[in-house]
């Protein structure tokens, strides 16, 4: 059981590791859109106006917006690969609570990423699992009785508040037609950007916590 324990253990660490890779990546290019965002704000918003052609929509032209464009298409690409090492190491430190002896779990490895794709259910059951995990991490032969962690709730709640504000500002983009609109979409385009390396940070730390605990049991056992 050490054994099999001390390497889940070493390949959940690696998995965080390329988590904190990734999110690091994704923060820096966040960061990047969130700079050009914050600088067009400050400046001359006349300049932002977008520009219609045979009734076609485009955003404004310039270096600032292009950056801001590519820094946020640069950091969605980097976020994606980010959650898939967060989702492998979920599953995988699910796999390890019951194998340090966690019991009677009611979620799977399975359904701890499942839950995360599944309409309307994404927005709540991912706190449940995390709640549990981490519970059951800290104690498995007692988990049920164990304070929910709060660390857990926060770093979801985040997350999900920065993906519906991303969402709500990636649609607003879509139907600007003059600069103010384009100022009000950036505003929120902004707020989730300081959402999302919020989150990215507070992952990393929630995952620092787990490896601790993990790595408590696998010596312990």
């Known amino acids: 059981m050490t054994n099999e324990l001390a ?14 890779v990734f999110s690091a990546l994704a923060a820096s290019s966040f960061a990047v859109s969130l700079g050009c965002c914050v600088a067009m704000l400050l400046g001359d918003h006349s300049a ?39 989702l492998f190491w979920l599953s995988t430190s699910s ?23 599944v309409p309307v259910l994404h927005y709540g059951m991912p706190l449940l699992v995390l709640v549990e995990l981490a519970a059951a991490t800290k104690t ?11 660390l ?8 999900k508040a920065s993906a519906i504000v991303l969402a709500i500002g990636s649609k607003l983009l879509e ?9 009000q979409s950036m505003e929120i385009v902004s707020v989730s950007l300081i959402l ?21 049991l696998a010596s312990a056992a």
Not at 55 to 84: K, M, Y
Not at 101 to 107: I, T
Request: charged content about 20%; aromatic content about 10%; glycine content about 4%.
């Open 140 to 150: 498995p032969d007692d988990w049920k009785t164990v304070r929910p962690s709060r």
């Open 48 to 86: 932002l106006q977008p520009v219609l052609i045979d009734d076609d929509v485009f955003l404004p032209e310039g270096l600032l917006p292009n950056l801001q464009q590519n820094a946020s298409i640069a950091g969605r690409c980097l976020l994606i690969l980010a959650v898939s090492a967060w």
């Open 95 to 117: 796999h390890f609570a019951r194998k340090a002896g966690a019991k009677d779990m009611h979620y799977s490895r399975i359904m701890a990423v499942v839950w995360n794709f």
């Open 152 to 159: 857990a709730g926060v770093t979801w709640l985040v997350s």
């Open 175 to 183: 139907g600007v037609e003059t600069a103010d609109q384009y100022v």
């Open 7 to 20: 390497k889940l253990t070493v390949y959940i660490n690696r998995m965080r590791i390329v988590f904190v």
């Open 196 to 216: 999302v390396i919020t989150g990215l940070l507070l992952a990393n730390l929630f995952m620092r916590q787990m490896l601790q605990w993990q790595r408590a």
